[in-house]
């Protein structure tokens, strides 16, 4: 479970572009358990410092806070669920 919450702050903390996201996982490969790297993967593009900046502009912060703690939630339940059952 820490692999994967490390993996999901690296990705909201680094804010680079989905394309490079794959590249960047690939080299924590043989490190990080599959699904901290899918939680990285899918976390990432969605939680982001740019997206969170694009977001404001739209909708209001409690908005915005609801919809990072609901990716957050499911990201980290899909994330359990493939290092529990893809092992």
Not at 58 to 65: G, T, V
């Amino acid at each position: 479970m820490l692999s994967i919450l490390i993996m999901m702050a690296l990705a909201g903390i680094i804010s680079i572009c989905s394309t490079v996201d794959a590249f960047f996982a690939l080299s924590f490969a043989a490190t990080f358990t599959p699904g901290s790297l899918l939680a990285f993967m899918v976390f990432g593009p969605i939680v982001d410092l740019k997206a969170i900046g694009l977001m404001l502009t739209l909708f209001k912060p409690r908005a915005i806070f609801y919809f990072v703690i609901l990716v957050f939630q499911l990201t980290l339940v899909g994330a359990l669920a493939i290092n529990y059952y893809g092992s």
